[in-house]
């Protein structure tokens, strides 16, 4: 592969990567904030976080997540008031 179609590659991917990461801190940052979860909460953290450093599957978990793992019925906590 020549230097020019890596580069042109990596700038097809690059937004892709950008919006899997942005997903992935979101899923991370829902899972902090959740007094419940499906399942056990440090599987979702790993699981998140492993699937990062994957294109298709860090997007796929992360929405997987997002539609599935949380409960919907539990409150969320703010995270502002930790911080106050």
């Given at each position: 592969?020549?230097?020019?179609?890596?580069?042109?590659?990596?700038?097809?991917?690059?937004?892709?990567?950008?919006?899997?990461?942005?997903?992935?801190?979101?899923?991370?940052?829902?899972?902090?904030?959740?007094?419940?979860?499906?399942?056990?909460?440090?599987v979702?953290?790993?699981?998140?976080?492993?699937?990062?450093?994957?294109?298709?599957?860090?997007?796929?978990?992360?929405?997987?997540?997002?539609?599935?793992?949380?409960?919907?019925?539990e409150?969320?906590?703010?995270?502002?008031?930790?911080?106050?």
């Open positions: 592969m020549a230097q020019e179609d890596i580069v042109t590659l990596l700038l097809l991917i690059s937004p892709i990567l950008i919006v899997q990461l942005g997903v992935v801190i979101y899923a991370l940052l829902d899972l902090r904030k959740r007094k419940k979860v499906k399942g056990d909460r440090w979702w953290g790993l699981i998140l976080i492993l699937g990062a450093f994957s294109l298709p599957a860090g997007l796929i978990l992360a929405a997987v997540y997002l539609f599935w793992g949380r409960h919907p019925d409150p969320v906590d703010s995270w502002m008031e930790d911080r106050q």
